[in-house]
């Protein structure tokens, strides 16, 4: 008895040990922090300090917010270059901003570049005259009668129910989808592969070359000819939802607060809109047919340093598949930029590799 104490007390010496000297090296060679914007660009003048990552969504955010296109302030090829007066006065914009939400706001992001430019370059200053050209009406601030509108869990349930139910989609251990995607005037294949618990690719197969959109179940990337880039974070929490085979069977536990009001019409339907709030990440929106209870269209957002930048997903043509019905056709919208997919053929369960999830090696 007592030489088995002896060696289980030996075996428990060495893992505190083991774990002493891992936090050790730790402690000594932390890991490397991310790299600011200063840091990684050239020529950062205003949002220095912010990560690295989130440069390129506040530039994105600048261009929806005034419709413009990344030429209108930098030099091509050259962004570095201050030879334009515009994107001097940029630098001033962005100040502006900051400064007005920091001394008026209590440093929350209540004004941001749209605010003022509604997708124009130069903001309108004058109340307009034309109908056409009204501003969009504001919402009541009154929270009004809800005693009738729907239960949040009521709405996911009657959703999930509507494709199956949990037991349905458990059974889906992977798909391959195959069809096309149009981009304005320009038609392709596409191919999704996924594959429970998480893991997607999708492969657009242009005239000149292949490009890749892939979660391999941490992560997210995307691939063009010569070239990877790795998502971020916010990036990545998007592609996730888009790679979970049982997305219906998960929105029940997904939120920390979750409101429900009467949404717009979407193809002639009346829907309920479902807004949850998730903590530390930007709002979800989740538009459900009435009628069918089918989610109809989803809108995520990432967050940048100036503002939120949208994402819409429009879901159609339902149909089902091995006892599980999904959408055949889905059209993918952000500010400027907007393209369809339509599925032609699905194959359920059927043996992936997970290599197939995994961003290539240039």
Partial sequence: MRKNMRVWTSILLAFVAVFAALFAARAQN?????????QEFKNI??????????????MQFISASLGVECEFCHVEHAPEKDDKDKKKFARHMMEMQLNIN????????????????????????????????????????????????????????????????????????SRVQKGTVTFGNQKSPIEVYSKAPNQRVSVVHRKDSDSFTGFDGKMGWMSFPGRVHPMNAQESDGIRMDADLAFAAHLSSMFSKVEVEPGEKL??????????????????KLFFDQQSGLLTRLIRYTDSPLGLNPLQIDFANYRDSSGVKIAFRWTQSRPGNRFTIQIDSVEQNVAIDDAKFSPPVH
């Fill in 102 to 173: 920091k001394d008026n706001f209590e440093g929350k992001r209540w004004v941001t570049c749209y605010s003022c430019h509604r997708g124009a370059a130069r903001p309108i200053s004058v109340p307009v005259l034309s109908a056409e050209e009204k501003m969009p009406e504001m919402k009541p601030t009154t929270d009004g009668d809800k005693s009738s509108y729907p239960k949040p869990e009521a709405l996911f349930e009657k959703y999930l129910a509507a494709v199956g139910g949990a037991n349905a989609l458990a059974k889906v251990t």
């Fill in 45 to 58: 003048q205003v949002l220095k300090d912010i990560p690295a990552d989130q440069l390129i969504p506040a």
């Fill in 267 to 284: 193809e002639g339907h009346a829907t309920w809109l479902v807004t949850g709030e998730r903590e530390g990440k930007p709002p979800i």
């Fill in 30 to 38: 932390p890991p490397p922090p991310s790299k600011t914007a200063a």
